[in-house]
């Protein structure tokens, strides 16, 4: 497990952009897989990105993809949401995941990411 804390929330107009950052207290190099979770006030937490160690590999719930990019600096420890053309039903809180082991970033599982991070605030007006 290693500590992960976001950054980059606030509030936005529709159809505006956000970039959301996760710095991490440790080589995100060595972690399996990073990820991006949200929730929505009286949701459950959902799915929306994730990135293989090297980054080659991208998975994006069907409701982001095509507007949100996930991308990771290891260097910096770094991963990435680019978030585009930003919708309402985008308003939740999004919380930075690692996955310490896997075996392919199709398979992974909620239940596999077992580092977090405390969320930051996204909130899209109309």
């Known amino acids: 497990q290693v500590q992960l804390v976001e950054s980059g929330g606030g509030l936005v107009q529709a159809g505006g952009s956000l970039t959301l950052s996760c710095a991490a207290s440790?080589?995100?190099?060595?972690?399996?897989?990073m990820g991006w979770f949200r929730q929505a006030p009286g949701k459950d937490r959902e799915f929306v990105a994730a990135?293989?160690?090297?980054?080659?590999?991208?998975r994006y719930d069907d409701s982001v993809k095509g507007r949100f990019t996930i991308s990771r600096d290891n260097a910096k420890n770094t991963v990435y949401l680019q978030m585009n053309s930003l919708k309402p039903e985008d308003t939740a809180v999004y919380y930075c995941?690692?996955?310490?082991?896997?075996?392919?970033?199709?398979?992974?599982?909620?239940?596999?990411?077992?580092?977090w991070g405390q969320g930051t605030q996204v909130t899209v007006s109309s």
């Open positions: 995941a690692g996955a310490a082991n896997g075996r392919g970033i199709w398979l992974l599982k909620e239940l596999d990411f077992d580092s």
């Open positions: 990135i293989s160690r090297t980054g080659i590999t991208t």
């Open positions: 440790a080589r995100i190099s060595s972690i399996y897989a």
